[in-house]
């Protein structure tokens, strides 16, 4: 089992920057692959990034690419989003999710595991 908290969220304007971080409890956490998701107002949940259990491994979805950071830290058991130059489009509930199975990485049905979000929100 893995519970999975998100903090970080807010206002800011354009250009600003969000540092977005998950504290994770449960023992396997050091050998999940971890992910932010998105989800904005009337829209479906959508990747946002990705990175591998040994943090080597990273993956963004391209309106993101440049712009945010994932990273993580298995001794303090988080994984954290750094967002900078951030857009009116990027205005989102924002989650953190743990996989325990095999499949598309970008995929919201591969993770078993998710917190309860926390909302972005940039003015223009």
């Known amino acids: 089992q893995v519970q999975l908290v998100e903090s970080g969220g807010g206002l800011v304007q354009a250009g600003g920057s969000l540092r977005l971080s998950c504290q994770a409890s449960g023992r396997t956490f050091s050998r999940s692959d971890m992910a932010w998701f998105r989800q904005a107002p009337g829209k479906e949940r959508e990747f946002v990034s990705y990175?591998?259990?040994?943090?080597?491994?990273?993956f963004y979805a391209d309106s993101v690419k440049g712009r945010f950071t994932i990273s993580r830290d298995n001794t303090k058991n988080t994984v954290s989003l750094q967002m900078n130059s951030l857009k009116p489009e990027d205005t989102a509930v924002y989650y953190c999710?743990?996989?325990?199975?095999?499949?598309?990485?970008?995929?919201?049905?591969?993770?078993?595991?998710w917190g309860q979000g926390t909302q972005v929100t940039v003015s223009a």
């Open positions: 990175i591998s259990w040994t943090g080597t491994s990273t």
């Open positions: 999710a743990a996989d325990a199975r095999k499949g598309s990485i970008f995929r919201v049905g591969t993770y078993d595991y």
